[in-house]
């Protein structure tokens, strides 16, 4: 989730679903997995939970989640059914995703990434900037990468240049400075 100004959980688009976490690599050889995890709530991968397991090379399936510790950069999880390193190493790059109706309502001000990417952008002045391909945080705050044609630009989600942001609409209007655009656009 993003605020114009911090960012509490990252979310992306999966048709119905959005991303909690990304199967990074085997760990050990009983089928533990090190999982970047992207969502701020720890309660996700509890032991007993079930998630969605979306697969690189097949159909997502529902997952039994056995077993769950932080580590430094992410988490260890074990699922049922993943007993060996070999079968841990087939869902290298899988996703761990949930429903969107399991995602509560962000709280006024902020925003799921799913929500923001996709929506098309404009200034106050009609001129087109594109639409949001990615939600990029840069230590200093959260950029929209835009994308318009072959043209893409990053532009600060700051409070002062958000206009009227409308998520059932999919669309963000921005009142930016003058040269933003042309000083931060570049070809894709």
Known sequence: MVSTSAALERDEPTADRVVVGVVVRPHGVRGELKVEIESDNPKRFQPGNDLWLAVPHGPARRVHVEAFRSVRGGALIALEGVETREAAEELRGARFEVDVRE??????????????????????????????????????????????????????????????????????????????????????
Not at 111 to 133: A, D, I, M, N
Not at 175 to 180: A, D, E, F, V
């Open 103 to 188: 995602v509560p309502p962000a709280p006024p001000g902020f925003y799921y990434h799913y929500e923001l990417v996709g929506c098309h952008c404009v200034t106050v002045e009609g001129e087109e900037l594109g639409q949001v391909v990615d939600v990029v945080e840069d230590g200093g705050g959260h950029l929209l990468r835009l994308r318009h044609g072959a043209r893409e630009v990053l532009v600060p989600f700051v409070e002062a240049f958000l206009k009227r942001l409308d998520v059932a609409d999919r669309r963000i209007e921005l009142s930016l400075p003058p040269g933003l655009v042309e000083t931060c656009a570049f070809e894709s």
